[in-house]
């Protein structure tokens, strides 16, 4: 419920990660590793679908199986003031393995996304407003670091981007 804390100790949850209640904006509900990048969401995409106020930090989302051909890592659809923060994200196996459909007000800040697979876009932006990507680093994506489409007001600034095996955006 609104206000709490969920904090994940050092191991791996094999499991979805899919809130069902949102947060306010005086108490964000957040979801986070007790140990930086050590809780390891391994099992299918955080889906964050019709939910608001909603803080994940500091989790590993690696080598999670794909869910249909979309979303590998996370799903953020229908959401609004979403934060990622200080999240690894390796080895997904779908494409579009960062997605945000429909959203507003969403920050992905300070987070490591590398080495997705099937020749996929890293992260695709769609039909949102007030996106901002900043402080992150991209390495290694097989198709295109990243697909913004039909959205505005997307922010991507202080990124590291290593594409030596893809087009930056497209």
């Keep these: 419920k609104a206000g ?65 051909n979309r979303g590998g890592w996370m799903q953020i659809r229908n959401a609004s003031c979403i934060t990622v923060e200080d999240c690894q994200f390796i080895g997904a196996a779908a494409q579009a393995n960062f997605i945000v459909l429909e959203s507003t007000d969403i920050r992905v800040v300070d987070c490591d996304f590398a080495r997705n697979q099937y020749g996929s876009d890293m992260w695709r932006v769609d039909q949102c407003r007030r996106v901002i990507f900043e402080g992150n680093s991209f390495c290694r994506a097989l198709h295109t670091l990243g697909l913004p489409q039909d959205s505005e007001g997307i922010v991507f600034r202080g990124n590291v981007c290593h594409s030596g095996w893809s087009r930056n955006f497209e």
């Design 4 to 68: 709490d804390t969920v904090s994940f100790l050092p191991g791996d949850y094999p499991d979805s990660l899919i809130p069902a209640n949102s947060g306010t904006a005086e108490r964000p509900i957040v979801f986070q590793a007790e140990q930086r990048r050590q809780a390891r969401l391994k099992g299918r995409r955080v889906d964050l679908q019709g939910v608001s106020h909603i803080i994940m930090r500091g989790f590993y989302l690696g080598d999670l199986k794909p869910t249909g």
